[in-house]
């Protein structure tokens, strides 16, 4: 089966499956448009993206989506099953995120982190997050982001060496 991706997570869920017994071949395409066609087009079967990007395709039944990689299933997709749940113990949360420099001051990156916790919470923003597909309950603040990322680096790290790939 041809899959469309581009990057180290793609290529991680590529030799993942692979080492369940599911054979996918990855086709590269740096540009988001030519990974769209190339599925639109039957050129390959599958497209990996985060939903909000295809949600034109989606929402035009064009593509559908049939597993999303995580602990459960997402408020939008409530019939595509999640990752762990079908026993593909795999989980590659994409994420945004505001950073600051070193040496900010504690009171500084406080208030930026209490404005930014705010406008998430404001019906606009909550609009947006839904009709992109974002998780409701994705607000992490500074003293919980900052060991999240480490983790998820080290499980990429740990699934980079596991599968012989350059990063």
Not at 4 to 28: A, M, N, Q, W
């Amino acid at each position: 089966m041809a899959a469309t991706g581009y990057g180290t997570v793609d290529d991680v869920t590529v030799r993942f499956f692979e080492k369940k017994g599911i054979k996918l071949t990855t086709v590269p395409y740096p540009k988001p448009g030519e990974r769209y066609a190339s599925t639109l087009g039957g050129h390959s079967e599958v497209l990996y993206e985060q939903a909000g990007d295809v949600l034109q395709y989606l929402k035009a039944g064009q593509l559908r989506p049939v597993i999303i990689f995580a602990d459960k299933r997402h408020p939008a997709f409530p019939d595509v099953p999640a990752s762990v749940e079908l026993g593909y113990d795999i989980q590659l949360p994409q994420f945004r995120s505001i950073v600051a420099r070193k040496g900010v001051p504690a009171d500084r990156v406080k208030i930026l982190a209490d404005a930014i916790r705010k406008g998430m919470e404001t019906p606009a923003y909550r609009k947006f997050a839904e009709e992109w597909y974002f998780r409701p309950d994705s607000y992490m603040g500074p003293e919980q982001f900052g060991p999240w990322v480490r983790e998820q680096v080290g499980i990429l790290d740990r699934y980079v060496k596991e599968f012989g790939l350059k990063r």
